[in-house]
Each structure stands twice: as structure tokens, then as C-alpha cells.
């Protein structure tokens, strides 16, 4: 007999299990057009990055101040400053934040 609460081994084993069963086959096949697809856009895009650049800022709370993650984007005053008109910070790739 066993000990503590375990569950009384009764399994079923003539269901139709290998319908029920979730494969991964396709993952590396995924991984590759994910990759292709990453360096297609990087080339259809160039001179721009492929994602918006953003400041490093500090969260505000205590907890994680001393993380430094990105904004939300460069305000108007900043651009002004770096002297880049708000339009060309749009289609250079450079986040706003109003």
C-alpha cells in the first residue's frame, strides 16, 4: 500500500493519446523564418533602426530606480536642444513624447 495521499495508480492507457499530444516540430523551421524575417526588414528599412530610439531613463519608485530601462521618447525640448525639427525626428526612427 502506498503512503501519504497519493493518488491510487489507475491509468488508462488505451485512450487515443497521440491526438491529445501538443508538438514543438515546427520550432526550428519557426526560429529561422523569424530570423529571416527580422533581416528582411532590417534591409527593406536601412538607414533607419529597426526599432524607435528611445532615452535611458530611471523608473520613478523606489524598488526599481536603480534599473535604468527606456522611455517613452524624447520630449520637444530635448529635440530642440539636439536641433532636430519634430517631422525629421519621426522619419529618422527617434520616439516623441509630447
Partial sequence: MPKHNNVIPNG?????WQSRVKTWFNQP?????RRVARTRRATKVFPRPLN????AVHAPSIRYN???R???GFTLEELKA???Q???ALKI??????
Fill in 93 to 98: 526612427g527617434i520616439s516623441l513624447d509630447y
Fill in 86 to 88: 519634430k517631422q525629421m
Fill in 52 to 55: 524607435l530610439l528611445r532615452p
Fill in 70 to 72: 527606456l522611455g517613452r
Fill in 66 to 68: 536603480s534599473k535604468v
Fill in 29 to 33: 523551421a519557426r526560429k529561422t523564418r
Fill in 12 to 16: 488508462h492507457f488505451h485512450k487515443d
Fill in 82 to 84: 539636439a536641433g532636430i
